[in-house]
């Protein structure tokens, strides 16, 4: 069966009119940093500067879980480590929310309008991505991968990923996040990312693709 999705990513300004559409530079995909460990239990999952998730780092704003309707929940976002969160789609529309994390750079891994607030100075670039196991997520990660990477070089950045309810797409671009810049593997990324947002869940094709990621930055 074809993946369904098309890449379509745009950046947004606040003090421009309208999106520009552009093409992303092609990223070459580069192995994780020889200093990354090779096998990690998650009691290890650690990285500099970042805590081991425990109960008592959980983000008081993160939903209670991916069992409770999404109606239900209030809008959050989950700090998945220093200055990188993730987030639905109500929390990244919310001026207050954004100026109450200091957000900089939001990544939308969704289709459709995102209105980021204009009335706030950030980066924004939406990959339009499906929420359907045989969407191609794949070829997007070096493109979002990419972002993440030079947004988080400048220590003063704070950045939210977010999708619709912040459960499949934008973990599956976190954790890909992780594989290449900290080499993990797919399965330690997922189960990072979880301990520290427990709705998160990639659908299974997200997962398949993750380890097609991993695959190639092995190469």
């Excluded at 606040?14 to 990223?27: D, E, F, I, M």
């Excluded at 070829?139 to 704070?158: H, Q, S, V, W, Y």
């Amino acid at each position: 069966m074809p993946r369904l999705g098309r890449l379509s990513i745009s950046t947004h300004a606040p003090h421009t009119s309208g999106h520009n559409a552009v093409s992303l530079p092609s990223a070459t995909l580069t192995p994780a940093p020889a200093t990354a460990p090779a096998s990690l239990s998650l009691s290890t999952l650690a990285m500099p500067g970042v805590p081991t998730a425990t109960t008592s780092t959980w983000p008081p704003t993160s939903p209670i879980s991916r069992e409770t309707p999404y109606a239900l929940r209030a809008p959050s976002a989950s700090e998945i480590f220093p200055r990188l969160y993730v987030s639905d789609l109500a929390f990244a529309e919310n001026p207050s929310h954004l100026r109450s994390l200091g957000i900089t750079h939001v990544l939308s891994a969704m289709c459709g309008h995102v209105v980021v607030p204009r009335s706030i100075l950030v980066q924004h670039l939406q990959c339009e991505l499906e929420d359907l196991p045989f969407a191609e997520l794949v070829a997007k990660l070096p493109g979002t991968t990419m972002f993440l990477r030079d947004a988080l070089r400048d220590p003063a950045a704070r950045v939210l990923v977010h999708c619709v309810e912040g459960v499949s797409r934008s973990t599956s671009v976190v954790c890909a996040y992780l594989i290449a810049e900290y080499g993990y593997s797919p399965s330690q990324a997922i189960q990072y990312v979880k301990s520290r947002r427990r709705s998160a869940e990639p659908n299974f094709g997200f997962v398949q693709q993750l380890h097609e990621y991993a695959d190639k930055l092995r190469r």
